[in-house]
Each structure stands twice: as C-alpha cells, then as structure tokens.
C-alpha cells in the first residue's frame, strides 16, 4: 500500500452515482478552477484540479466519470476502475471520495461498497442531507460510519456546508490512511461462487493487485460482472477476460444466475446496514413522489414533456435567431470594413471570403450550442432529465436507441452540430454512435433555404404554389425523420448491434439548479467547440474559398475590367443622381457577370463538370454540381452559390424573384428545362440525405476522436442521397414526369 510523504502531491480521485452532486463537490474543492482534458488514448473528458490542505500542503483532485458501479463492458466504462484502482495508464489513487446521495442511499452504497473492496482509502461524502430531511428521512451517520468502516461527511455542497469537514477530513486520512481501509464489509457464501472467484483471482494481473488479497478478490468479482460475448474491452488482459467468460458460462449451463448472486451478496449486506442506519416516517410521501405520479404517467407526463420539448425547440429555431443575425451582421461589418482598409486584390478577398466569413461560419453556431446546453444542463441538474430518460426509453428502444437519444435527435431540427454535442449525456460509446450516425439526417434550419428556393422554382414565376408549397415542406421534416429512425433502426441490427442494457438511473430528487455549475458547463462545451471543431471550419471554409476563387484567369477577367474601368470614368464625370444611378446598376450586373464567369472557370466550376455523369442520372447539371460542392461549407450556401452561377449575386435569399426566374428559364444544351418539379424533388431529397456539412463532420470528428467515423458517416450519406435521388427521379420519368 502506497503512503503519501509529506514531499509528495497526493492524488485524490471524486467519485459516485451520476446526479449525487460529484461535479458539485469536485468545484467546491477546487474552487471551479479545473483543467479540462481527455483521458489517455480516450475521448472522455476528465477534469482536474489542486486543493490546498492544512498547513499549505497541495493535493491533485481528479473527477472520475459517474457511474452506477465499476463493472465495465466498454472502454469507457473501464475508465472508473482505471482510475479509482490506478490501472494503467492511471495513477494510483491516494484517497477517494465518494459522493453519495442521502436520499438514494441504498443505492448509492453499492459503489461505496465496490471501492472499498478494492482496498483504497475512502471517504464518503454524504450529500444532499437537506432534501433528506424534507422527506421526512434521517441518517444516523455515526451509525453509517462504523458500518462501512470509513469516515463519513455529511453535506449540502450546493450550499458549500460541510465543505471545512470534508477538507479537514481528507488531510487526516492523508496522513493516516490505515482509518479509511476497513476491508470488505461481506463475505461470499461458501460454494460455486467461491470457486469462481478463487479461479479468476489466479489470473488477475500482479501490476493490477499489487500483492493484496482483498484487491486480487475485488478484481476477480469486477472480471465476472463485467466478462460476456459483447463486452469492448481492449485493455484487459485476454487471459482474466477468458477465464471469467469460462466460469460465466459454466455458472449458466448449470443453471446458475452469476450476476445475480453476487450483486444480491452484496445488497445483503448493504440492506441490513440501511435497515440500522436510516429512521424514516412510512407515512410521510415526500415532493419528489407526488410530482412524480404526474410527469412519469405514461400518458400526461409524456404530453407535458413534449410540450416543454416544444418550447425548448422553438427557442433553439427562433429564439436565437436574432442574435444569429446579429453575429451574421457583425462579420458583414468586419468583412466590409477589412475590405475597405486592404483594398482590391487577393490577398484582401482572403481574409474577407476565406478567413472572416470561416470564422463567421462557425461563431454563427453559438447561439444555438449556448442555449441548447443551457436547457440540457437545467434539466440536468433539476433531475427531470432522468424521467425523461425513463419516458423515451419506452419509445426510443424500439429504433435501437437510447431513452437518452431523444433530446439530441429532437435538437437536430434547429442544427445538428449541437444536437451531436449533446449525445455526451449517454453512458455508452455505442449509444452515441449510433445517434451521433443517425442525427444528421433530421431536417435542421440549414436545409430550409434550400428547400424554400426548390419549392419555389417548382411553378412559374407568375404563379404562386399555394397550399402544396406547405404540405412539400412538412413531407421533407417528416421524410427525414422517418429516415433517421430506419438507419438508426438498421444500424443497431448490423454494424452497431448490441444487446439492449434495461435503463437503469437514478432518479434524483427535483432541485433548483446550481447554476454556477450549469453556467461552467455552459462555456466548457462552447470553448471546446470554438477551440476544436472551429478550426475544422475555419480549415474548410479557406479551401472551398480557393475552390471558387482560383485559378484567375487573366484573359477572363480582361474584358471585365476594361468595362468596369469605363464604367467608373463615366461615373466620375457624371455630375446628377439621375446620370449615376443607371450607370451603378450597370457596375453592379457588369460585376454579378464576372462572377458567374469566374466561377464557372473556377476548379469548384470544373469539379462541376468532372462530376456531372455521376449527377446527370438524378437530373443535375453542372451548375447544380458546383451548389453541392459549395454548399459542403453549409447547405444554405447552396442558395448564394446559385445566385453567383445564374449572375444575380450573392446576396440573395431563396424568396428572390430573380433568381427563381433565372431558374425556371434553365435549360439543358437540348433545350429541356433543367429545374423541372421532379428535378427539384430529387435535389431535395439529395439535400435531406447527404451530409452537406462539414461542421457536422467536424464535430463528429471531436467526439470520436478520429476522421474513421465522420468519413463513414459522409460515405453512407453520400451513397443513400444519390441512391434515394436516382430513385425518385428515374421512377418520375418512368411515369413520364420530367
């Protein structure tokens, strides 16, 4: 057993149950003043931090991941042992505090009773003893301390009470570890269950129990809950993960329930100490009930989550807007103004189309990452975000999902690039995957300028689509809601199959939220979007610059420029409004011509080209190749890309008349339109399935931690958007509709 010396920093590691306060206690600590990092070899984050002692002596405090208990069946699971046990690539730790709630303590000291078994100093820090109280519930924590064996510290950490106790506690077990190492608390029943865990303690690695018996038996119990046919378990030793799977497949032929037989051994043991321990009124129904009969009926509490759900997304759609249009107005202004001090020239439309508008591109998310975290993190740290949990899960499993998924798969209607951000509330990597796959394919608010423009060029100029323009845009939302159900549906039966884990969550009394925490997760996660992804999209934006800027053909651009030099000489000589004003539009349609021209000799021009036999067959052209391709910055660009092609200019909306008329008039080399209502329809459904993203991509990117799944994902999209659009298209001619 390791000793802290007074030369050394200890390490002290903050565990519990998700919604027990961990990550509140974890900020008293540290006074909110923690480094965020990931895990080694990991994308989970950890935070860290130092506590100063008394007597000035400092301490490392590391925020382990919440979890139920320390049996693992992924990676990211294992990362709790990892960190308590101090298995490679983790430290050992000096201390662990366990943070438990008051109100779920039966619960909660399953993995107050795991940790200790594993025979590392434990303190527990007894939260939320306020709410307790109000239940009509009393702890007798001398009681609970002799029991476990260790020191118990009760707190109201929301309020910082307690908080010099546990401080003054953890430098007392610091320096007298022996005080916090009470040994196990239960003992297994003679018998087969004796047996396999004397078989699989041979096997436990000497670097992982170090010499100590207790711990080689806490390890074999960990490798028996933990060992089955799905687990993802790379960094475990082969030989402890067979023989566990072997005594876990002989308990089963002979009709043995391992898993059930350890964990009730230990609810034994935990139940009797309750029953000792915790004096409650029967009679008493506590808040947190009596809401709960209403937000968990399976009918109103249902309606009343979507609801609110519909507040939350109205908020997300058009509640950030304005200030959407504000950030979009800022780098207008910094565009315009760095325009005007560098000038004409290259190295001046770099900065204002390449670099300011890539900045642009992401700042713009903000709003929208702030608000949906904000909603995330309140209904979090409430605790109505565990009944929601149980709500969806009822819905959710049958898709393959997560109860957790739905809140992300709802966000993605206003952008997917929070919505993905968002599935780190979900335990499991592969429940993340499987919604971070599936979400880009909901219609977010990128895709209705495009759809607004095609709707609109479906009908004349002179006309108006009426009601139908309404029903065609409701059909794209709920097209593309049916097909991210059915590829995540696909997907949780093919590639990312899993057995279906029961929804098992603590259901944390209702409190007002703490909002120093929310606030710091708030801007946590929009630091690490603008730090991450940002670069991504700033990289992008500059490439699908050059894409549309270069090469400058000179011999192109010659007979622009002398039109454009006798335009101005006239306009200097001009000398009434009435003479300049005809000769400003004619600048204007002489530069929206150049544009055109430029672009399509640009390399995003010939790419258009290059790809037109594969798009031809979906009834694109060229010109509609070079919008796809731009419009990988972001959909909605798709909608200026046209402008530029069609010389009307950039600065247009889908509502132009202009450009709808420009449109419409299209034609093939032939002279068959180009933009006929099925070619419209079969772009739309293009645009609902690829992922013309590339912040989604990049975001991805950042919470897989690497390029393997977003270029899966852009693959998949890619081949179902062309495979879907071949389909609607080559099926409208054979009904002869183009």
Known sequence: MRTT????????????????????????????????????????????????????RMATIEDSPGTYSLASRSNEELLALESIAGIDPMPRADLVIVTVDASQLSRNLYLVLQIVELRVPVIVALNMTDTLLESGQQIDVDCLQRELGVPVVPMMARRGRGLGDLVRVIDQVLQTPAMALPGWRWEPSPGPLMDDIHDVAAVVPDSWHQGCEDRRRSLA????????????LAGVPQALLQQATQRRQSAETAGRDLDREIIEGRYRWIDSCVSRCLQEDPRRVSMTDRVDRVLLHPGLGLALFVLMMTVVFQALFTGADPIIGLIEEGVARVGQAAGAALGPGLFGEFVVNGVIDGVGAFVVFLPQILMLFLFIGLMEDSGYMARVAVLMDRVMKSMGLHGRAFVPMLSGFA???PAIMA??????????????????????SARLPVYGLLIAAMVPPSQEGGFAQGLLMAFMYLFGTAMALIVAWVMSKTMLRGSYI?????MPPYRLPHWPSVSRMVMRRVSDFMKTAGTIILIGSIIIWALLTFPRDT???????????????????????????????????LQRERASAMTRQSYAGRLGHAIEPLIEPLGFDWKIGVGIISAFAAREVFVSTMGVVFGVGEDVDEESEDLRSKIWADKWPDGRRVFTPLVCLSLMVFFALACQCMSTLAVVRRETGGWGWPAFMFGYMTILAWAASFLVFQTGRLFGFA
């Open 5 to 56: 010396t007074a030369s050394s920093t200890p390490t002290i590691v903050i565990a519990g149950n998700p919604n027990t306060g961990k990550s509140t206690v974890f900020n008293q600590l540290t006074g909110g003043r923690a480094k965020i990092g990931n895990y080694p070899g990991i994308t989970v984050e950890r935070s860290s931090g130092r506590i100063i002692l008394p007597g000035g």
């Open 221 to 232: 119990l960990w490798a028996l809950l933990s060992a089955d046919a799905e687990h993802h």
């Open 415 to 417: 952008c997917a690039v």
């Open 423 to 444: 599935t780190r509330t979900m335990e499991r990597r592969r429940d993340r995957l499987l919604t971070m796959m599936a979400l880009p394919l909901m219609t977010c």
């Open 502 to 506: 029961p929804l098992v969550i603590e």
């Open 555 to 589: 011999a192109l651009q010659a007979p622009f420029e002398q039109r454009q030099q006798q335009i101005e000489r006239q306009l200097e000589s001009a000398s009434s409004p009435e003479l300049r004003s005809p000769l400003e539009d004619q600048l204007d349609a």
